[in-house]
């Protein structure tokens, strides 16, 4: 089965915090500045699986919650999967062919918005060499070509060109993305990074605006080796289109809280392209003797014995964890639950198609005395766990089941931190740290009614809860000591 942006009912409630087992990110930083917690400088970080391999290749590791499992306990074990992509990035970068396709509807003139998004595009411009390629694509409910693939040489034409435009007009967000396509294809050759980088503040209004229809587009794009990251700003666009066109593209979705922090995505969005440590990275896992029934944060249809996440790009220093429920179904002697993670991916260096695998095992044993728990990971699966509960109490309105939820949590949040400082693991202590911090923020809203009132403040939490929702699937770069 493969990851798709499934939403339930209370997608938009599910707390910034969802998203924290993935590491950090500058997106993340833009959104909230909370100081973690912090244990010695000189200590040892225990999650060696954080730790890329000495040669430079993407790590990967496979855990699983408890060492043998029987017919009373557990019946549900958890599995924790890491990857980490070297932490220093190549000096010898491969060239980038990249669109910057911008929505200059009428309504990107509110708030600066667009002048916002000229400021980003002309950083973008400045941050290029003379190998790279550039396209400049403005929509409303026509393309406007600014600029059409070339080389990134007479820049100061290009911020002319820049200077030329102004916001008016709907939104036919189509046009854009199949111009941006077509650019990048005009220019292409071997070795270069292929992307289109769309930013929009508004709903596809004009020509095509099926979903399926764009997803198929920007799929077939991929398959050349054309990738698409999307960025929304503000409340009114589609987080749920362009998280699609994102995961079909193969790269990133960014939702940009206010105007001034569209030049800082933009940024960051940019350095990813060029600190790429792996390219088309793909997570494939799969379950022997047993099933695979929950990856938390995302809803499955079924249960299923194997799950794939097309993970994009990793610049470096990223990292990612998968958190998923898995059940056995063999209980007869010697019978052993396998899991298996599968990494292949692209080295732009080499050129070469590489694959990690790493594996993990449970063993039935009738005398549950015998069994040995794995505490990280049964701890990661007790504070997400919680939170999901608190939020579907939340959204439904069930406020004896919502408290019961933060009860729980505060349960897990105190073995956490406790496990976190007795093991040296800063990683799992910053999580759990911002973890409290979110859920006091989601219990600050609820209180106030934000959750179910129709406003802004209700518009954006639904952004933030959506995205951070998706960045759980995503890969985010490690935290900056």
């Known amino acids: 089965m493969k990851a798709s942006p499934a939403y339930s009912t209370y997608a938009h409630l599910l707390p910034i915090a969802f998203m924290l087992v993935m590491g950090w990110s500058a997106s993340l930083r833009m959104c909230l500045r909370a100081a973690p917690e912090t244990v010695a400088e000189s200590a040892t970080i225990q999650a060696k699986e954080s730790t890329p391999t000495q040669d430079g290749a993407l790590a990967l590791r496979a855990a699983i919650s408890h060492s ?4 009373s306990a ?27 396709v911008l929505d200059r509807s009428g309504s990107m003139a509110e708030d600066k918005k667009f002048a916002y998004t000229l400021d980003a595009a002309r950083e973008v411009i400045a941050n290029l060499s003379d190998q790279d390629t550039i396209s400049l694509i403005a929509f409303n409910e026509r393309v406007l070509v600014l600029s059409p693939a070339g080389r990134a040489v007479n820049k100061q034409f290009l911020f002319h060109r820049l200077e030329e435009i102004t916001p008016a007009g ?15 294809n005009s220019q292409a050759t071997k070795g270069q990074i292929k992307q289109v980088l769309l930013l929009t503040d508004g709903k596809a209004n004009r020509g095509v605006t099926s979903a399926i229809s764009l997803r198929k587009t920007v799929e077939k794009a991929r398959a050349k080796g054309v990738s698409l990251s999307t960025l929304g700003c503000g409340t009114d666009y589609d987080e749920k289109l362009l998280t699609e066109l994102a995961d079909g593209g193969g ?76 059940k056995p179904t063999d209980y007869q002697p010697d019978a052993a639950l396998r899991a298996t993670a599968k990494l292949t991916f692209d080295d732009p260096q080499g050129g070469e198609r590489v694959v990690r695998v790493a594996s993990a095992e449970s063993h039935f044993n009738p005398d549950a005395a015998a069994q040995k728990e794995n505490e990280e990971v049964v701890i990661y ?21 919502y408290r019961q939820a933060l009860t729980g949590f505060a349960e897990w949040y105190g073995r956490a931190r406790k496990f976190a400082l007795n093991t040296r693991n800063q990683d799992l202590l910053n999580h759990t740290f911002l973890l409290k911090h979110l859920l006091e923020e989601m219990e600050a809203a609820e209180a106030q009614g934000r959750m179910h009132e129709h406003s802004e403040a209700r518009a954006k939490l639904q952004k933030e809860g959506d995205y951070q929702r998706y960045l759980l699937f995503h890969h985010r770069e490690a935290e900056q000591h």
Do not use: W
């Open 170 to 184: 709907y939104t036919d967000l189509s046009a854009g993305l199949l111009e941006g396509i077509a650019q990048v």
């Open 74 to 100: 557990p019946t549900t074990l958890q599995l924790k999967v890491d990857y980490a992509s070297p932490s220093v990035a190549s000096t010898n970068r491969p060239p980038l062919n990249i669109a910057l």
């Open 381 to 401: 699966g007790g504070l997400l766990g919680a939170l999901e509960t608190a939020s579907e109490g939340s959204e439904g309105f069930d406020r004896q089941s």
């Open 251 to 326: 790269g990133r979705y960014t939702y940009v809280r206010s105007p001034e922090q569209i030049p800082i995505a933009f940024k960051e969005e940019l350095r990813g392209l060029l600190e790429v440590a792996a390219q088309n990275v793909r997570l494939d896992i799969s379950v022997e003797q047993g099933t695979i029934a929950k990856v938390f944060g995302q809803v499955l249809d079924r249960d299923t014995s194997s799950y794939q996440v097309n993970v994009g790009n990793l610049r470096a220093g990223e990292r990612g964890i998968i958190l998923l429920a898995i």
């Open 68 to 71: 043998s499992y029987n017919q």
